[in-house]
């Protein structure tokens, strides 16, 4: 595996963060960055040039992450020659599927040859898809392929995130990776650090990601009510205070924040799935608890590794960063110390994160997570 990484702070002219003396070959290149960077209509045909036989993959962020620095309103390319495996790369627009995340992941998974499928890594729009029906889409088609990835970003602003694929980012598109190849290890896992507190209430009324009713009262009456002055800065404020939701059809508890609320219908719109008779639980975060979750993460992730790490896609939530505030380099320090700096850390902050429960392979859509993906040849 050749790695090679550049960086674009706002205003500035690319700089080298890991220099590879050779051109890479037929690399895959990941660009991460803020939203109103990759609106300029001339950054594909830049990064074109630099990678002239390149697979491009864009992603919008709340936050990217190179090496152990978290930055904003930046660009990150991370680009990644492998030399004993290969990857295949499609994409889908959800506006093409009338929204309908589940439709639009069978039919995208179904583009991937399934012969010799070790992993698949997902880059979604994150604005308004349901992270849970896309998974449900995604995991229909081939039972033994792992998934991770996450959904895009537009920092606190909620207003639209962008990914693309050999051309410039647009709303509403969702990427997969395919990786193939024997040589390949990848690990995974996911962490978050968050602490339940207040009543337990149960879903009374929901309809797939909406959120109506909580003990037969209007969930988002309830929620204005636990955040006092802060329920005016809603949906924003709701990254602090997500939602633990501990269901029948799951073993261990999911988080779920806010993606947006209705005030017309009183609803809440979450990220993923939240199912009638769930019990649902405020959650809140101090920064020691999320450093330390971030630390957990690592150490699943390496656990029962055969090689160390040559890369790090680190995929974590914007509600975590905005506890974390000046200090959020710390948790990206923490994975680091696990994982060795011999890995190219890459990465960026998510409206969610996908990956499996440390338990199983079945992948889920998290709130508020570190999540790591880990690759060797």
Known sequence: MRLQQLTKLKNQ????????????????????????ELENP??????????????????????????????????????????KSSFIIKRENILDHDKDARTLGATLIKKLPQEGLKHVFVVSEGSFVNGSALIEGLESQYKDVTFTGGLCGDNDRFEKTLVGYNQNSKEGEIVVI????????ISYAQFGGWTPFGPERIITKSDHNILYELDHQPAL????????????????????????????????????????????????????????????????????????GASKAAQIAMDNR??????AILISCIGRKLVMDQRVEEEVEEVIELIGDQAVVSGFYSYGELAPFTSGKTCELHNQTMTLTLFSE
């Open 221 to 292: 009456d309830l929620y204005k009510r636990y955040l006092g002055d802060k329920a005016s800065l809603l949906p924003q404020s709701a990254l602090l205070y997500p939602l633990s939701v501990k269901s029948k059809e799951r073993s261990e508890p999911i988080v779920r924040t806010v993606l947006s609320i209705d005030e017309a219908s009183n609803t809440m719109i979450l990220a993923g799935d939240v199912p009638e008779g769930s019990v649902v639980q405020l959650m809140m975060a101090n920064i020691d608890n999320i450093a330390d």
């Open 42 to 83: 001339e950054l594909y045909q830049e990064i074109r040039q630099m990678f002239p036989d390149g697979e491009i993959v864009f992603g919008s962020t709340a936050g990217e992450i190179v090496g152990e620095r978290v930055h904003d309103n930046a660009i990150t390319i991370t680009a990644i020659e492998f030399e």
């Open 13 to 36: 002219d690319w700089m080298v963060v890991r220099e590879h003396t050779e051109e890479l070959k037929k690399p895959l290149v990941l660009v991460f960055g803020n939203r109103f």
């Open 178 to 185: 395919g990786f193939y190849g024997d040589t390949l290890d």
């Open 306 to 311: 055969s090689n160390r790490p040559e890369l």
